[in-house]
């Protein structure tokens, strides 16, 4: 079965810095996709960032990267210039043919003005 | 629409009552997915819609848990004789694809506000 490994419970970041949160995940699949989703507590899911797991370019949105290493089955999350409204819980998800999505278990980020 | 939308937003249900839940997906989406949040947790997969064909439902944990897409749009989550364990926050996903289309920006799925259910 396919798992996704968020190993930090927690993170601070002091607003304007840069903050990475972690995100392991198993697979056997040769072909899925990978996200990061962003809850706020209006409990709203929404979308930061995808990669497509045959693409070795890591993507990037505007302040938002990912550190892919395929081999490794690793998928961080870069936040570059933190922000206030930054603050939220974090899913890694992973989704494979069949489309459903496995998510981690969050990271929760507090942003400090 | 302009987003997946789900009502009602908040629901307390007596133990042994049953629940509805409806799922309004974005217009033309294909795929609609029923996630269950524990407190705390992340979502946990319960079942999958293409148009109005229920492809998957291995998530689903009992036979209490039912739904449906009668019209490939509107969805239902109906939970039969609720159980204190039931409580969550339930999420509902639309995406444009489906299986047999050929994979790309299009398997992105977009979440509804969810359903937070309480049972007493």
């Known amino acids: 079965a396919q798992t996704v490994t968020q190993s930090q419970p927690e993170m601070s970041v002091q607003e304007a810095e840069t903050v990475t949160l972690s995100c392991t995940y198993d697979?056997?699949?040769?072909?899925?996709?990978l996200f990061w989703y962003k809850q706020p507590p209006s409990r709203q899911m929404i979308l930061v960032i995808r990669q497509e797991a045959y693409k070795q370019q890591n993507a990037t949105e505007n302040r938002f990267s990912v550190n892919f290493q395929k081999a490794a089955k690793s998928f961080s999350l870069k936040i570059s210039d933190s922000q206030l409204g930054d603050a939220a819980m974090y899913f890694c998800a992973s989704e494979e043919y069949g489309n459903k999505l496995v998510f981690g278990a969050g990271t929760i980020l507090r942003v400090k003005s | 629409g302009a987003g997946v939308s789900q009502s009602p937003r908040y629901k307390v249900a007596k133990r042994g009552q049953d629940v509805a839940l409806r799922c309004d997906p974005i217009?033309?989406?294909?795929?609609l997915f029923w996630y269950q949040q524990a407190l705390g947790q992340g979502p946990e997969f319960l079942t999958y819609f293409q148009n109005e064909a229920q492809l998957d439902k291995s998530g689903l944990p009992s036979d209490r848990f039912f739904a449906e897409r009668p019209e490939g749009s509107v969805s239902t989550l109906k939970i039969q004789r609720t159980q204190q364990e039931d409580s969550a926050v339930y999420l509902c996903a639309s995406s444009l694809g489906g299986q047999g289309v050929p994979r790309g920006a299009t398997d992105t799925q977009y979440f509804g506000p969810g359903t937070r259910l309480t049972v007493l």
């Open positions: 697979t056997s699949e040769s072909d899925y996709y």
């Open positions: 217009s033309g989406h294909v795929s």
